[in-house]
């Protein structure tokens, strides 16, 4: 099997790689269960030395890798290099505060349990699975394999298999800043071959980030052999704008929760709701604002939207928006792949949506917003609740009741009040209902494929 670096801006296939054969994924997964063993015993001390001297050759290797996520997955070259140094940032996070974060804790009152001492301990399972997605090639990755090291974990990387230069860069990359050999691991494979080593016993865990299929695969062969796991699927992210919100600000805004990394983000802003009495201003703000947006060669600095990452990301999107026409939905910009090579697509806004248009019950992953108008505030929520994602949400209100009353009441893992979704160490991250489950990031993120062990003394 070959994997490929397709380059969406051209469509060119810049580079093909073979797949690990199924010896050198032995070896690979033999190597981490070896280093696990090591890292276990080595103090956070020294696993944040290592840490920290990795986070520095990513921010040394910043632009270079930036120009690499461009040339691989199609986002804006300012984009991709803020990516790569986030992803710096929150290895530092993690080195700061993994200890912290995993510190002993002791019962206040022992004796209610009839003990001189009880507390509970974290300890690190092993060799973890992480099965990643192109959209952020490097983030997506850093932001399990920081926590998952600090807390003496080894990683496994299947990365998506069109960003196959992002996944050997970080096949190194560890190594390269102290860490010992094995300690993170980049398997060359197609999707078949994700069963088995799921099934390894050397494979304690396995985390997703990803379609809602693949989470349902990954998670019934984890549960096969009784193995935590932990999924971060779609979203269809309600921005919900009430009548006593800044309109001029939330439209702005929602233009760059709905652009941003081409539109293909699982958190991005995708269904705009809408008060009535709000809503023409808000339409015709949006709108103009997502028309003057500027479509082109992603390397080229003032490009606001590059391609899609593929040709068949790309055409379902189309397809979506096809459908919605076809059954009576308004285009007020865009709606149409450009002429010329690459996989781009306009940005675009499409309002009178009804229940039977695909466009409604799918996620749309790219720069197509749905526009929808409410009458009040009950309205708004059935329809921000309606979708069976659950990932996070916006609500741009000014009124300090009506704003309790939606975080009372929105279905999502987080909402963001007058503003726009991002993930951030500091906080964490996941969702509901179909989103998935688990939590990444901030302490809980580092927690999850740690042993939560409860200890006693007479």
Not at 316 to 322: K, W
Not at 391 to 412: C, H, I, M, V, Y
Not at 433 to 444: C, H, I, P, T
Request: proline fraction near 5%; hydrophobic fraction near 45%.
């Amino acid at each position: 099997m070959a994997i490929s670096t397709v380059n969406p801006t051209t469509g060119v296939t810049e580079q093909v790689f073979e797949a690990h054969s199924t010896e050198e994924v032995e070896r690979r997964i033999a190597s981490a269960d070896e280093a696990a063993k090591i890292l276990r015993g080595t103090s956070y001390a020294r696993r944040a030395e290592w840490m920290k001297a990795t986070a520095q050759l990513l921010e040394a290797e910043a632009e270079e890798l930036g120009r690499l996520i461009t040339l691989e997955m199609g986002k804006p070259i300012a984009q991709s290099v803020a990516e790569v140094r986030k992803s710096a940032a929150s290895m530092h996070f993690y080195a700061d505060n993994a200890e912290k974060f995993l510190a002993d804790t002791p019962l206040e009152d022992p004796s209610v349990v009839g003990a001189s001492k009880a507390w509970t301990t974290y300890q690190p399972l092993g060799a973890v699975l992480a099965v990643m997605p192109w959209n952020y090639p490097i983030w997506q990755v850093i932001r399990f394999a920081a926590p998952a090291l600090m807390a003496g974990n080894t990683g496994l990387l299947k990365h998506a298999s069109n960003v196959p230069q992002s996944a050997i860069y970080l096949d190194t990359l560890f190594e390269r800043g102290g860490f010992p050999a094995g300690s993170f691991r980049t398997l060359l494979i197609g999707g078949s071959a994700v069963a088995p080593v799921i099934a390894d016993p050397r494979v304690k865990a396995v985390t997703l980030t990803g379609s809602e299929p693949a989470g349902r695969s990954v998670a019934s062969i984890a549960a096969d052999h009784v193995k935590k796991s932990l999924l971060e699927l779609g979203g269809s992210d309600p921005f919900v704008v009430m009548d006593s919100a800044n309109v001029p600000a939330a439209a702005a805004t929602a233009v760059r929760a709905r652009i941003s990394n081409n539109g293909q983000s699982c958190i991005a802003g995708k269904r705009f709701i809408v008060h009535t009495d709000v809503y023409d201003e808000f339409a015709a703000e949006f709108a103009r604002l997502m028309g003057e947006l500027v479509v082109g060669d992603p390397m080229d600095p003032a490009t606001q939207v590059g391609p899609l990452a593929t040709a068949d990301g790309r055409d379902e999107l189309a397809g979506l928006v096809d459908d919605a026409v076809a059954l009576g939905a308004q285009v007020l910009v865009g709606g149409s792949a450009p002429q010329g090579e690459g996989y781009f697509y306009l940005p675009t806004v499409i309002a009178g949506l009804s229940d039977e248009m695909r466009l409604v019950q799918e996620e749309a992953f790219g720069p197509v917003a749905s526009l929808y108008r409410v009458r009040d505030r009950e309205e708004a929520l059935q329809v921000a609740n309606q979708t069976t994602f659950g990932l996070s949400s916006a609500l741009w209100t000014n009124d300090a009741a009506e704003e309790q009353w939606f975080l009372e009441r929105l279905e999502a893992g987080a909402v963001f009040i007058n503003g726009m979704t991002v993930s951030n160490q500091e906080l964490p991250f996941g969702g509901i209902k179909r989103s998935g489950f688990g939590r990444e990031l901030a302490a809980e993120g580092i927690r999850e494929f740690c042993n939560l062990k409860t200890l006693w003394k007479a």
